[in-house]
């Protein structure tokens, strides 16, 4: 039965960069019987000047019934004087909150062809491969009570709180432990135990998670020192585990890590699997429009759709390899670019990445055949051709 993907392009760079991964869906599903259908909605401040809401009831019914979402990103100046309930952000915190998409992956990982285009030194960042796995659904973000009050003195207070239950610390632990159980079985918990009652607690069960994984080694660590980490020795790590604002912060810091943050793709889970998928980044209005946002952590996220909502982990791996064809091939868009490389646009990339999977896939069907049936399909074929041998 074919699955139903939900595309919600968002704000700023969202519709852009959305609209390269739609390309590399459709190309799936022509190529590769990807059986998907797609529907595509409205949220953030798209949706606020269609229908008056950053989260309309239509798009979370559509969220609820779809199998994966694709979201682009929100936000932006136009809507920045609304109230912080009526902003575009809510209708992205609203949708995790809705379908409770609470174990958030957002994998920072080095493409070697990147090494130059990170802020830090080669020997520093190459072989990267961590896994942050934040919670999405709780800690500061949602808890109550939240606001801005006016003091008896006529000062303006403003004032949230940071909550955690055991039951929403478990779940997000046993998420990271058995990530880690598919990796190099470590993961490192991110706190402040030292000042916060809250996280004092989050470490306690994460020992306790610990016990039911003996083969995961569990170490702790406060999130200053974790940023620090970071940017001194960010190999060390294997999976982090943390709450919801420690997890947005240590995520844009590992995203400069791989070169850019328009490399990382992330994946919101909730129990069952179900997921939404989004860059980390934000929607960039300084560059929107203007085609040259990178388009590879939405092709990115198409991928980790594959693999995690889809149950297609060989077209995920198709995907994750045609984008580092053409990071081979040397094409960037400006974020990445570095001397001798060649400066590409988002439609560019997209078509590049696109042009990668049919090369990949004609590869495999000529790649089996002896040499001379191949140049006899490769001539039929009008010179559609790869063969470099
Ligand atoms: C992210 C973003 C969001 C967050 C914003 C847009 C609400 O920064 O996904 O990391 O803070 O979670
Ligand atoms: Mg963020």
Redesign the pocket.
């Known amino acids: 039965m074919s699955k139903n993907v939900l595309i919600l392009p968002g704000d700023g760079i969202g519709p852009e960069i959305v609209a390269e991964a739609v390309k590399i869906l459709n190309c799936l599903r022509q190529e590769c019987d990807l059986d998907v259908e797609l529907e595509h909605g409205l949220v953030g401040g798209a949706a606020i000047d269609a229908c008056g809401s950053p989260l309309p009831e239509k798009t979370l019914q559509q969220a609820h019934e779809a199998d994966a979402i694709l979201l682009g990103a ?2 932006g100046p136009k809507w920045e004087s609304l109230d912080i309930t009526m902003r575009p ?1 809510k209708g ?2 609203g949708l995790r909150a809705g379908l409770e998409l609470f174990s958030n992956l957002r994998p920072a990982i080095l493409y070697p062809q990147l090494a130059g285009a990170s802020t830090l030194r080669p020997e520093v960042v190459s072989g990267l491969d961590i896994m942050i796995v934040r919670e999405l659904t709780g800690g500061i973000y949602f808890g109550q009570p939240r606001g801005i009050r006016t003091l008896d003195n006529g000062e303006r207070q403003g004032f949230n709180t940071l909550v955690y239950s055991e039951s929403e610390i478990r779940r997000i632990g046993r998420s990271a432990f058995d990530i880690a159980r598919k990796r190099n079985k470590r993961v490192c918990s991110v706190d402040k135990a030292n000042v916060l009652e809250c996280t004092e607690l989050w470490r306690e069960v994460m020992e306790e998670v610990a016990r039911d994984y003996p083969d995961v080694e569990l170490s702790h660590m406060y999130v200053d020192n974790a940023a620090m980490q970071l940017v001194r020795a960010p190999k060390q790590f294997d999976v982090l585990v943390t709450t919801n604002m420690f997890g ?1 912060i240590l ?1 844009d810091c590992a995203a400069m890590l791989t070169g850019s943050i328009g490399m990382l793709p992330s994946a919101s889970l909730d129990a069952a699997g179900k997921g939404m998928y989004e860059p ?1 980044h ?1 929607s960039a209005p300084d560059i929107a429009g203007r085609g040259i946002a990178n388009p590879l952590a939405t092709i990115l996220s198409v991928a980790m759709m594959l693999r995690y909502s889809l149950d297609q982990p060989a077209l995920a791996g198709r995907v994750e390899a045609a984008v580092n064809a053409v990071l081979d091939e040397g094409l960037r868009t400006p974020d990445i670019y570095t001397e001798d490389t060649v400066k590409v646009g988002t439609q560019e990339m997209g078509d590049a990445v696109m042009a990668a999977i049919k090369r990949g896939l004609w590869d495999e069907v000529t790649g089996s055949l002896p040499a001379q049936e191949r140049s006899e399909i490769c001539a039929r074929s009008g010179g559609h051709t790869n063969d470099q041998d």
């Open positions: 929100v936000g952000e992205l915190l947005d995520s980390i934000g």
